[in-house]
């Protein structure tokens, strides 16, 4: 049989081979990377994509959650200073109202209620960072004022009906504030049910003159009772979104903890595996090395054993 | 009867036989590390013999030339084999070009994103960050600069493909010169073999064919048919002639839609060139088939996406309470017209942020229901129904499966190659041991025929001087 007499060559490619080996196995322990080229794994690089875009997601959404959470904590703090104002007031127009005061004290109790009104109306104008929270979607100006041109004077809303959300990367959705109105104006404009504008503004309609007709006085009291519990209500709401807030919040970075955990198993070498096998690629070049210094020195042809003459 | 002579001319003509013998086992040796050289043997034949009166009696040997040791067969399946490899390898380094553009990206947080990707994702959660304050400035810049990031990745990876194809055009333009030059050769070897040997094989003439032939497998597919008086007509793969015996047609360039085609006779055969094989086969399918491949998944994914931001953004109201119109829509992305080249031309138009349509109409510029519904764009099937992530990591998946495939392709034509290779240099190769072996059997043949002429001799002197030791010796 014959034989392929330039084997050396051949032997010089496989040299080639496991260098290249060598080398790509240097690359990946050095860069600590195991997929440095798509064609590497396929399948692994696109998933690579889609974990890193959850993880970007989740990262922006924190960061997002932590500016949200800001912004409903002030309004809930000035959710809970208008109650302690309007627990106030109801105490006020509750002693008003037993019969034992003379004209002055009455007028007093108007005047503290008015200032009452101021107090509100300028939490209910609250802004965060320059946005008026409690403004619907007109976050621009102030949305609430007050007309003392008439008697009950008239508290009204310029701000819009719009609620935001922020969308959770889940997909669900958390409001992100109360309109004005919903909170300070109750059911119906001024006046209507609910409403503690109406209410405070009537309260001081009826304590103005000194003299007080107190089944009227008491019909606004109980009105100021029912407003303060419907903006308890609405603070619920923000407190709900804070709550929620706070656990999507955790969610996503415990789940970018989860997804970062896998996307460095699928992108980092294996380092003891490499090693293993950048020790094997070693010890097969060597070998090759020592076949091919072997086959070079000693004479591998007849020639040299023909003897001259 | 035999006599005295005809023993000494035999033996003569056998010392003649075995110098002749000798000098192609020389000729084997010199030519060892020649490329194309095939190994040659001599050829001995038995003289015919002659009666003489009713006894045949041989009449020695003569030399008549010597033999190349070819497979025809072998060498063609080489050939064909390289061209199919020639081809893979070509393909294979212009896609591991195009896949570096598209390096998996190993962070793990948005700042060390770098690739399109972390970009596409970067961009839409630009807008759920929007989403906490609608009316923050430094958050609407943020919306502009990762459309930016976005835009530039896009653009520059659609840049740098065009440019791998005009370098790809080049090349592949360059080798028609090769062949032609080439196929001028054959034509040339092709009408002096048809002249000096055209019932056998040419010997050298023939090593220089085939090395020629195995030149042309590099660059380009081809069939050989052989054809009467050894000659050979040479045809691409999809079977237009490029030799036929001792004429070659030029393969001529000309430009068409901006790339270079190839004719043959004006007929333009680029597109059997690109599966034909060879290395011309390897650029025109990189090029024409590979790259546009690749850019038309990145203009896709351009286009819809500026397509489909442009449109929500113009449908809501910026914070300046201006909606779009007509004549001035509030666009982020220049609007593309096609498809086609949407990626390379892809640049962000808008400079204020303040354009940027947080608000839906009618809802004050507080509110933030656009900024919700942009983002959720991220999670729209707005890419030939996928969502822009999925469709970009898709994307990957594919162009690494092609690269990988195309990869074991190559690694399994070289392997064939190889072995066709170890086969053919088997049959063909000057074997030093086989060249010592035959020098060293014709040493010892010739020393034999040197003593039976000495001896002849000594019996021709002696039957001269008829057993008297006189003057003959």
Request: charged letters at 10%.
């Amino acid at each position: 049989m014959r034989v392929d007499p330039t084997y050396i060559t051949s032997l010089v490619g496989s040299l080639d081979q496991a260098q290249a080996n060598e080398q790509q196995l240097s690359t990946e322990l050095s860069s600590g990377v195991s997929i440095t080229s798509l064609s590497q794994n396929p399948v692994g690089a696109g998933e690579n994509v889609r974990l890193l875009s959850q993880i970007q997601q989740d990262d922006s959404f924190t960061q997002s959650a932590s500016m949200v959470t800001g912004q409903l904590q002030v309004a809930d703090s000035a959710l809970g200073s208008v109650v302690t104002q309007l627990t106030q007031a109801i105490s006020l127009a509750t002693s008003a109202n037993n019969g034992t005061m003379d004209a002055s004290d009455v007028q007093s109790v108007g005047n503290q209620i008015s200032g009452i009104l101021n107090e509100v109306q300028s939490l209910a104008n609250t802004n965060y960072q320059g946005q008026y929270i409690f403004g619907g979607g007109e976050t621009g100006a102030e949305p609430f004022s007050t007309s003392s041109a008439t008697s009950p004077g008239v508290t009204s809303y310029s701000g819009g009906e719009t609620v935001n959300n922020l969308v959770l990367p889940s997909g669900q959705t958390i409001q992100l504030n109360v309109p004005g109105d919903q909170v300070f104006l109750g059911s119906g404009a001024n006046g209507g049910s609910g409403s503690v504008f109406g209410a405070l503004n009537a309260l001081v309609a009826d304590y103005a003159s000194g003299t007080v007709d107190t089944q009227q006085a008491v019909t606004d009291t109980e009105a100021l009772s029912s407003a303060l519990n419907y903006v308890s209500q609405q603070r619920v709401t923000i407190d709900n979104s804070i709550t929620q807030l706070n656990a999507a919040s955790s969610a996503a970075s415990s789940e970018q903890e989860q997804l970062t955990t896998a996307q460095t198993n699928l992108m980092q070498a294996d380092l003891p595996t490499i090693s293993t096998q950048l020790s094997l690629a070693e010890t097969q070049q060597t070998a090759l090395e020592d076949v091919i210094a072997q086959l070079e020195s000693v004479s591998n042809s007849l020639f040299s054993k023909l003897q001259a003459g | 009867m035999g006599t005295i002579n005809s023993a000494m001319s035999m033996i003569g003509g056998a010392l003649d036989a075995d110098q002749e013998a000798l000098s192609v086992v020389a000729n084997n040796v010199a030519n060892a590390n020649t490329t194309g050289y095939t190994e040659e043997t001599p050829n001995w034949q038995e003289n015919a013999p002659i009666t003489i009166g009713g006894i045949q009696v041989g009449d020695g040997v003569t030399e008549t030339g010597a033999t190349s040791q070819r497979d025809r067969v072998l060498e063609e399946r080489l050939d064909q084999q390289q061209q199919t490899a020639a081809a893979s390898t070509t393909r294979l380094a212009a896609l591991n070009n195009v896949q570096t553009l598209f390096t998996p990206d190993s962070g793990s947080s948005s700042a060390t994103a770098g690739d399109i990707g972390s970009g596409i994702t970067s961009f839409f959660d630009s807008f759920s960050s929007l989403e906490s304050d609608p009316t923050d400035n430094a958050l609407r810049e943020q919306v502009l600069s990762s459309a930016s990031t976005l835009a530039g990745d896009i653009s520059s990876a659609a840049n740098s493909l065009n440019q791998q194809s005009a370098a790809l055009n080049q090349d592949a333009a360059g080798i028609a010169g090769q062949v032609n030059s080439l196929t001028g050769a054959i034509a040339q070897l092709n009408l002096e073999i048809e002249s000096t040997s055209p019932d056998s094989d040419a010997g050298t003439l023939e090593d220089q064919r085939q090395q020629d032939l195995s030149q042309l497998s590099q660059l380009v597919g081809i069939n050989q048919v052989t054809t009467e008086n050894n000659g050979l007509s040479i045809t691409t793969t999809s079977g237009q002639l490029l030799v036929s015996e001792g004429q070659n047609f030029q393969l001529t360039t000309g430009t068409v839609n901006g790339a270079t085609d190839f004719f043959l006779g004006g007929t333009d055969i680029t597109s059997g060139l690109a599966a034909g094989g060879g290395q011309l086969g390897g650029y025109l399918t990189a090029r024409d088939q590979d790259i546009p491949n690749v850019l038309n998944s990145l203009d896709e994914l351009a286009y819809n996406i500026s397509t489909a931001v442009n449109m929500q953004n113009n449908a809501g109201v910026d914070l300046n309470g201006a909606t779009g119109t007509v004549a001035d829509p509030l666009i982020i992305f220049n609007q593309p017209t096609q498809v086609a080249g949407s990626a390379a031309a892809m640049t962000v138009v808008m400079t204020d942020p303040s354009q940027i349509a947080a608000a839906s109409t009618g809802n004050g510029t507080g509110d933030n229901s656009n900024a919700v519904a942009l983002a959720a764009l991220a999670n729209q099937a707005i890419v030939v129904g996928q969502t822009p992530v999925n469709y970009y990591s898709n994307f990957v998946s594919t162009l690494g499966s092609t690269v990988s495939e195309v990869q074991a392709e190559n690694t399994a034509q070289n392997a064939s190659v190889t072995q066709l290779q170890t086969q053919n240099n088997a049959l063909s190769s000057v074997n030093l041991n086989d060249e010592a072996a035959a020098m060293s059997t014709l040493e010892t043949s010739y020393q034999a025929a040197s003593q039976v002429f000495t001896l002849l001799n000594t019996l021709m002197a002696s039957a001269l001087n008829l057993g008297e030791q006189t003057t003959v010796a």
